[in-house]
C-alpha cells in the first residue's frame, strides 16, 4: 500500500498544450511506498483511427536552477490546425538535482534530456540512465489517452468492463528489468482523459492498469 499525500495539479498539464512549455507543476511530496511490482503489465495502446505522433523522438535541454518542459502532440486530424496533446514532461526550478549514472550537478550545468515514445504503446524511454529529481520538487510526467484503444482488455468489444479498467489508469516504471514493472502513484483524470505521476528518476514509463 502507499499513502498519497498530495495531488498532482493536472490542471496544469492540461494547460500546455499547444506551445509544449506553459506552466510547470508544483512540487509533489514523495510517496512513501511502490503499490504494486510486476514483471510484465498490459499497456495502453494507441488506436488505430489515431493520427500518427508529431515525433517519435524529443530532446531539450534540462537545467539546474531552472525550469523546463516538452511535449508531444498527435499530428492534426482534419479540421485541427494543433493536433491533441499526447504527453508532457516537466521540470519544477531546482527539480534536476544528479545527472547521467547520478552525477553531481552544480548551478549552471545541463544535461540532454532524450524521450523515446514506442509507436504503438504508451510507452517511454528516458535518457540518459541514472538522472535522478528532487525528493520534493520532482519532475511531472503525463499523459493524455483519448487517442487510446478504447478496448483495453482486447476481446472485441468496448464495454463496461472497458470502462472499469480505464479508471485503473496508473503510469508504471521500469527501473530494472530483472525486477519488473513498478506501479507509480498516480492521478487519472478521466474527463481530461489525463494520467499523471512524478517522477524522480529516469526510466521507461507506461500507461497500464
Known amino acids: 500500500m502507499f499513502v498519497r499525500r498530495s495531488l498532482i495539479p493536472l490542471a496544469l498539464l492540461a494547460a500546455a498544450c499547444t506551445d509544449g512549455i506553459g506552466p510547470v507543476p508544483s512540487a509533489l511530496e514523495r510517496p512513501l511506498a511502490q503499490s504494486v511490482a510486476s514483471r510484465s503489465i498490459p499497456m495502453l495502446r494507441q ?17 539546474v536552477g531552472k525550469a523546463s518542459a516538452v511535449a508531444v502532440n498527435y499530428l492534426p486530424a482534419k479540421g485541427q490546425s494543433v493536433g491533441d496533446p499526447f504527453l508532457r514532461f516537466s521540470i519544477p526550478r531546482g527539480g534536476l538535482v544528479a545527472g547521467a ?5 552544480k548551478s549552471g550545468d545541463s544535461i540532454l534530456v532524450t524521450l523515446n515514445i514506442d509507436p504503438v504503446s504508451f510507452l517511454v524511454d528516458f535518457q540518459p540512465s541514472g538522472v535522478l529529481f528532487s525528493k ?25 468492463a472497458d470502462q472499469l479498467l480505464m479508471q485503473q489508469l496508473a503510469i508504471w516504471y521500469q527501473g530494472d528489468k530483472a525486477y519488473g514493472w513498478s506501479k507509480q502513484p ?9 494520467v499523471g505521476a512524478a517522477v524522480y ?7 497500464s492498469w
Open 101 to 105: 549514472n547520478g552525477a553531481t550537478l
Open 186 to 194: 498516480s492521478i487519472n483524470d478521466t474527463t481530461k482523459q489525463l
Open 136 to 160: 520534493t520538487s520532482p519532475a511531472i510526467l503525463g499523459f493524455w489517452y483519448g487517442r487510446a484503444n478504447p478496448d483495453l482488455n482486447g476481446d472485441g468489444v468496448v464495454d463496461a
Open 47 to 63: 488506436a488505430k483511427t489515431a493520427p500518427s505522433l508529431a515525433t517519435y523522438q524529443v530532446s531539450f535541454w534540462a537545467y
Open 201 to 207: 528518476h529516469f526510466s521507461q514509463y507506461a500507461v
